[in-house]
């Protein structure tokens, strides 16, 4: 999760749609009182060699946050920002004025697209766990929580714009011209490693693995028009 001053953006990192690869690039546009959070350890080596803005000011920012409006929102001040938080619990800590003034954006994905690759991150050794096993087990469930759950507040979208990860090339950089980034962001290939020689998501659902996805990520597939 990123919050820019200089640019006045708030990015919020769902789960699975390349949000580590966006989150770095964005963070070479960050200054000292921008709030990064912390990723993986790989991916933040990753970060500091190619010299961008590595993670800061995630802790609770007393200019931000008292501590006595922190302790009464049960929050502990090293978990002021994280990796994946919600839309609401970001504005709840920062001043309704930057929220409300700020652009704010996600990234969402086709979710059978989303599930199979969601599949492969949990299921990295062989054997893996079969497909419709872990769709009943409930191991989908993690990308509704890190997904729509974190840009919805009270059931209503609550960033500016959700980009579609299978455009996301062309709507970052429609939104780093908005915001007036200098330069097009550079996307790393963060956490790639998992799926190599990746087959279309077709090839591998069955009818009942379908349907799963279907019935839960009904709000996806009705809010942006995906289909199998």
């Known amino acids: 999760m990123i919050i820019s001053h200089d640019y006045k ?11 580590t690869s966006v989150e770095i690039a964005l963070s070479k546009f960050c200054g000292p009182d921008d709030i990064v959070t912390p990723i993986s350890g790989n991916d933040e080596a990753q970060r500091k060699e190619m010299g961008y803005t590595g993670a800061q000011n995630y802790q609770a920012e007393r200019r931000l946050l008292p501590r006595r409006i922190s302790s ?25 004025e930057t929220w409300d003034s700020y652009f704010k954006f996600c990234i969402e994905r086709n979710p059978w697209d989303r599930a199979i690759s969601g599949y492969f991150w949990k299921n990295r050794k062989e054997p893996r766990q079969p497909l419709i096993e872990w769709l009943k087990n409930g191991g ?26 299978e455009n996301l090339s062309d709507e970052l950089e429609e939104i780093r011209l908005n915001l007036g980034l200098p330069e097009p962001l550079e996307l790393p290939n963060a956490k790639s490693s ?27 597939i009705a809010t942006f028009g995906y289909s199998f």
């Open 72 to 96: 009464l929102l049960g929050m502990s001040e090293k978990k002021a920002f994280f990796n994946h938080i919600s839309a609401g619990r970001i504005r709840a800590q920062i001043p309704r």
């Open 9 to 19: 953006f708030i990015f919020i990192k769902t789960n699975k749609t390349a949000g």
């Open 140 to 165: 989908h469930k993690v990308l509704q929580e890190r997904g729509r759950d974190l840009y919805l507040i009270d059931g209503d979208i609550a960033v500016d714009r959700v980009i579609r990860y």
């Open 194 to 220: 998992s799926r190599k020689g990746a087959r279309d998501y077709r090839e591998i659902f069955g009818e009942e693995e379908r349907r799963i996805v279907e019935r839960d990520f009904a709000f996806e």
